[in-house]
């Protein structure tokens, strides 16, 4: 079975432009969460979707947005980048979501904002 | 503030050694989970206790959880220099709508 997996592995952008982040989460999980990993501030949970839905949402300026697709793939997206955005994007799937159950997080994007 | 923070930060042993690292929380929780992390790489799964279980076994690893001391242990025997990574702890409560509240991690090297 193929693991999540997350495109694109490393991005360089500028401040103020946007970027569109990928993540195909495992078949059959229908799950999908973001988090944010900085050397400062850690792991830090973005949003979860689940069967298209934003079920839960982290402490983000709405800057940080995303969606989920009929087939369960992701994206996330972050408008006008600032540097403190520069950070590895991970994404994570699990059958149901809703907590309680193991999750599987896929390579990250490494986002570096110049 | 995060909810879940490992101790030590960092660790350095000789393969065949056991490792131990600690969690503390704050809050109540529903379930804590340990995850490991190599360089420049995802999270992986290694165990998930629940707030009424006491200790986990998953292979050379165990899990303890004292939900009065709000704290866990990851006990990792009979190292090997693949462990190398760190490792975190995760909390989850109000049903995960939080998403995981993960700690600093602590940085594992296992020495050949």
């Known amino acids: 079975k193929a693991g999540v997996t997350q495109t694109p592995r490393y991005l360089i952008k500028t401040r103020g432009q946007q970027v569109t982040l990928s993540c195909s989460p495992i078949?059959?999980?229908?799950?999908v969460s973001w988090y944010q990993q900085t050397p400062g501030q850690g792991l830090q949970f973005l949003f979860e979707?689940?069967?298209?839905?934003?079920?839960n949402k982290g402490n983000f300026p709405g800057r940080f947005s995303g969606r989920q697709f009929s087939n369960s793939r992701s994206e996330m997206n972050v408008s006008t980048l600032e540097l403190g955005d520069s950070a590895l994007y991970l994404c994570?799937?699990?059958?149901?979501?809703?907590?309680?159950?193991?999750?599987?997080f896929g390579d990250g994007t490494r986002l570096s904002i110049l | 503030s995060q909810q879940g923070e490992e101790d030590p930060q960092a660790l350095s042993i000789q393969e065949g050694e056991n490792a131990t690292m600690n969690c503390s929380y704050k809050?109540?929780?529903?379930?804590l989970q340990w995850y490991r992390q190599n360089s420049g790489r995802g999270l992986v799964h290694l165990i998930l206790?629940?707030?009424?279980?006491r200790e986990k076994h998953s292979g050379r690893l165990r899990v303890t959880l004292d939900t009065s001391k709000k704290s866990s242990s990851l006990l990792i025997t009979a190292s090997r220099a693949a462990d190398t990574a760190s490792y975190f702890c995760?909390?989850?409560?109000?049903?995960?709508?939080?998403?995981?509240?993960f700690g600093k991690g602590t940085h594992l090297i296992i020495q050949p």
């Open positions: 994570a799937s699990s059958l149901l979501g809703g907590g309680g159950q193991p999750q599987h």
């Open positions: 078949s059959g999980h229908r799950s």
């Open positions: 979707y689940f069967s298209e839905t934003q079920r």
């Open positions: 809050t109540s929780i529903n379930n």
């Open positions: 206790i629940r707030s009424n279980e």
């Open positions: 995760a909390t989850e409560f109000r049903g995960g709508a939080d998403g995981l509240t």
